[in-house]
């Protein structure tokens, strides 16, 4: 009887174990949401503007400035955690071929010693486009980059076209 009752508590003590580490290892090897990842400063470069908590905006800070056929760019902005962040989105025609055009951030130091492009993304880019509030037309946001002691412009061009490429004004 003894026996049997030992034998009852292992196996049950197996359970209960076995089933507590497949818990833990559920947790584990479970993919964090979008929201949990935190992040500050210039470690939020290259973040999806979609997916933050923001105190202040988002708001359009520069344009939208006409480019062609159709194209416009403006340059985004937003408050989180008290930083400031700025990203690039343009509005196209919906039929017109998108992946001819690039826009990005251009971030530089005040004095524009050193510059940076930033964010290169084509207009249409799956995730990161949605539908405008204008009849056929469609928006895509760049990814978001911090610009606190730094100007930032946001630019639209086409693929050869680089020296005609349209920028919002520096912020």
Known sequence: MQQQRRRTFRVRAGVVLATLCAAIGALLSAPAPAWAASCSGFGCDGHDPNIQTWQYGPRTQSGPYDYTSGYSIEMRSGTTDGDF?????????NGS???????????????????EILGETQPGTEGRTVSSSSPNYSLTRSPMYYDVGRVSRACL???GDWAGR??????
Do not use: Q
């Open 157 to 159: 061009y086409r693929f």
């Open 85 to 93: 962040y700025v990203w690039a989105r343009t509005e196209y025609v």
């Open 166 to 171: 349209t920028c919002t004004l520096w912020y």
């Open 97 to 115: 071929n998108p992946y001819d055009y690039s826009m990005y951030i251009e971030r530089c130091h005040n004095d524009h010693t050193v510059c």
